[in-house]
Each structure stands twice: as structure tokens, then as C-alpha cells.
């Protein structure tokens, strides 16, 4: 569950989030739309501490604080940014059990073959992700993002590079997610026919 209320947040003297009041339910789908530079991303780095807001009313995560839990906070929370982040140099299989290394979690090898088949990428997951192309490097990403079973996910433009039978694969994977309980964010330029709701953030306010 997501809770935020009175939200702001500025780069110098430019106002990027101003006052977002938000609040997502357990199993819940929200789209969030909006042109560029009306403040999605930043909202997403914010809610995975990657970004700090400047003040806020409310900011919570499963009841957790953003400032004050935010090490508790970063393990509940699956986050697919815009660009992936990934070692070209590394297989793809390597890069996800990297990433699994990282959060703790036991026979990572094994697990990370079993996420990259669930994605689609099992029969190139030990070639390096450097030859990759776009949408298997955003397979790859979305399999990082789930990989530690997160209550919270968070999915910035998740559909990019993806061809047809891509898009229904990782669709269907959120729908899965939300029946068992996800709260699910996914920034997109257009409306989700699948999602619960649809805000639209403009000029750093939901309207």
C-alpha cells in the first residue's frame, strides 16, 4: 500500500512535485500519464529513496516512512527506471544473480535462470547482455525488478522496445503480481486498459 499526502519537491528554483496527494491500495493498478517533465520519474525516484522530497504531510510504504524506514522501505519496493540498469560486460544470467547476490537471496544462480525463462530470455540468458537488444535488455530489467518479491512495484515506461508478444508476456506477469497482492505504479504516455485507475500528473500536481 502506498500513502502520500502534501508531497513537494524542487530542483533549485524549479518546482517539480507540488503537493502530490496519492494513495494506492494492496493488488491495485494505477497508471500514472503525463507529459514529459511533468514530474513522474522524479515521483518514482522518490518513492525508492533514490531521490529525497523535500517535505511532505504523509510518505508511506506499507505503513513505513520514505525518510525514517528508508532501508526497510528499498526491500519492499521493485523499481524498472526508464533505462535498466545493467553490466554489458556480464551475461544475463550473471547480471540478475548480481542483483540477487546484492539483495540476499539464496541459490541466486538457480533463481535468476528461473526469472530470466519466466521472461522469455532463458535461451539467451548466458550470452552477454551487452549484445542484447533494447527489449530484452528491458526483459532483463523487469526480471531485476521482481526478482526479491516486492509488495510495491514501480514501472517507468516498462513496455519500451518490447515487440507484441513482449508486451503480453510482462502484462501479463503484472496481472499475476496483482492478484497476489502487488501495489502496482506504471508510468505510461497512454491509459492501460487493464489498470484500476488513471491519474494524470500535470506540471507536478495530479489533476
Not at 102 to 123: C, K
Not at 184 to 207: C, K, P, Q, T
Request: hydrophobic share 35%; aromatic share 6%; net charge negative.
Amino acid at each position: 500500500m502506498l500513502n502520500l499526502n502534501a508531497l513537494f519537491k524542487s530542483f533549485g528554483s524549479k518546482k517539480v512535485l507540488r503537493g502530490v496527494t496519492l494513495e494506492i491500495e494492496s493488488g491495485e493498478i494505477v497508471t500514472l500519464v503525463g507529459d514529459n517533465g511533468s514530474g513522474k520519474t522524479t515521483l518514482l525516484r522518490i518513492l525508492t529513496s533514490l531521490d529525497h522530497p523535500d517535505s511532505y504531510t504523509v510518505a508511506e510504504i506499507d505503513g513505513f516512512d520514505l525518510k525514517s524506514d528508508s532501508v526497510e522501505i528499498r526491500s519492499r519496493i521493485g523499481y524498472l527506471p526508464h533505462n535498466p540498469p545493467y553490466y554489458p560486460e556480464l551475461t544475463g544470467v550473471e547480471n540478475l544473480q548480481l542483483w540477487l547476490d546484492l539483495n540476499s537471496i539464496n541459490n541466486s544462480e538457480e533463481v535468476a535462470r528461473n526469472l530470466l525463462g519466466q521472461v522469455g530470455l532463458i535461451s539467451v540468458c548466458d550470452e552477454l547482455a551487452g549484445n542484447y537488444s533494447r527489449g530484452m535488455i528491458q526483459r532483463l530489467g523487469f526480471s531485476m525488478a521482481i526478482s526479491h518479491s516486492p509488495t510495491t512495484l514501480l514501472l517507468d515506461e516498462p513496455f519500451t522496445g518490447l515487440d507484441p508478444d513482449g508486451t503480453k508476456l510482462i502484462e501479463d506477469m503484472i496481472l499475476k503480481l496483482k492478484e497476489e497482492g502487488c501495489c502496482i505504479v506504471i508510468v505510461s504516455h497512454d491509459e492501460l486498459s487493464y489498470s484500476d485507475r488513471a491519474l494524470n500528473l500535470e506540471r507536478g500536481e495530479i489533476v
